[in-house]
Each structure stands twice: as structure tokens, then as C-alpha cells.
């Protein structure tokens, strides 16, 4: 047996331990992956929880949506409204803290409401070595990180994807558009538009 597909038989027997699971999802490859894989698990006691947001590309939501549908995963949005937290518009180095503390909060209530009491998101190994202030969100808020239990790397993601079929395996990384504003300059619904107009 390959170090692969033995994590990925890790990442199955961690989520095969809740009775009930909702996914932040983005719709990127980690977490369509992550998806994908809850869905063997645990079927119908899967919820897909995806924020719409100016901060988000409209492209990028419609295509979670869309994924979602064809794999089967009850899938609910809601409006994550970043753009009324004043700590975050600042735009500080602590931008993602702030804004993952707030949308892990929001599922959480969404998860609740369809009684499920567990939330995983889509971290892996090589989020551990960048800076990222919105993990330390998650870690506080008791969000769980499976692949990363299950020591998998972006490139295992991409190669096992691929083996599922998903079309995301080959999708390029897709960070928030407010990753595109250098700390210190407010993020405005019109920096955001200009930015999502020119990458469209």
C-alpha cells in the first residue's frame, strides 16, 4: 500500500467518527476534495456550508454550488457580510483572523440549526507553513482539520482528486479577492469590484 492512499484511508477513518459533519466550502480544490471524500462516509449526514461575499468571485460560488449539486451534498449559503466589520475593512495583518472568526461563527449556527455539532474545513501540511492567521481562528473555535491529521499535502489533494474524478484536481488556488489589497489600504466594495472585473 502506497503512503497515499494510506492517508487517505486515515482521512476516512477520521471522518467516519462523527455522526454528523458540515464542511466549510469554498469550492476550491481542498475543499471540494474534503467534500467529496465526507460524502463516502457519511452521506446524508453531510452539509456543505458556502459563504457568499463580495470578497468572494461570483464565478467562484457559482461553481461550489454546482459541484455540490452533482455530487449530491445538501448545500446551504448564506451572506457572510465581512464588508460590515469595521477590524476588517482596517485591513490589518490580522484581516483573516477576523474574517475566519466570523464565518466560522456563522456556520456554526447554520450547522447547529440542522443539528450537526461538527465542522471541518479544508486545511492540509502546507497551510502549517505559511502565514496563516485564519487557521488560528479555526484552531480556537474547535474547527476540525482532517487532512491535515491525515498528513496530507496539496499535491497528495491534486493526485488523489484526480483519482476521484474531480474536476477540481487541476484548478488553479483561488485566495479571496481582498488577498489582492495590501495590508493598510481599507478593502471597499469598489477595490473589490475593480479587482474581480479585471480578473474575470
Known amino acids: 500500500m502506497t503512503a497515499i492512499v494510506k492517508k487517505k484511508e486515515r482521512l476516512m477513518l477520521l471522518l467516519g467518527q ?32 458556502t459563504a457568499e461575499s463580495p470578497i468572494h468571485p461570483k464565478r ?28 476588517f475593512t482596517a485591513n490589518s495583518k490580522q484581516r483573516c483572523y477576523i474574517c475566519k472568526k466570523h ?31 485564519g487557521f488560528k481562528a479555526a484552531e480556537e473555535m474547535g474547527i476540525f482539520a482532517p487532512m491535515i491529521e491525515a498528513d496530507l499535502s496539496k499535491s497528495d489533494i491534486r493526485a488523489l482528486s484526480r483519482e476521484m474524478g474531480l474536476d477540481t484536481h487541476s484548478k488553479p488556488a483561488m485566495a479571496c479577492l481582498a488577498t489582492r489589497i495590501p495590508y493598510g489600504v481599507p478593502i471597499s466594495l469598489h477595490r473589490l469590484n475593480m479587482i474581480q472585473d479585471a480578473e474575470d
Open 103 to 133: 464565518l466560522f461563527g456563522e456556520i456554526a449556527k447554520i450547522a447547529k440549526q440542522s443539528g450537526i455539532y461538527h465542522i471541518a474545513h479544508g486545511a492540509n501540511t502546507d497551510d502549517l507553513n505559511e502565514f496563516r492567521p
Open 60 to 87: 467562484e460560488i457559482g461553481s461550489a454550488i454546482e459541484f455540490a449539486e452533482k455530487l449530491g451534498v445538501r448545500l446551504l449559503t448564506f451572506r457572510s457580510d465581512e464588508m460590515d466589520i469595521p477590524e
Open 18 to 49: 462523527f455522526p454528523a459533519l458540515a464542511v466549510a466550502f469554498s469550492g476550491g480544490v481542498d475543499s471540494s476534495f474534503l467534500l467529496a471524500s465526507a460524502y463516502e462516509v457519511l452521506g446524508e449526514n453531510l452539509l456543505a456550508v
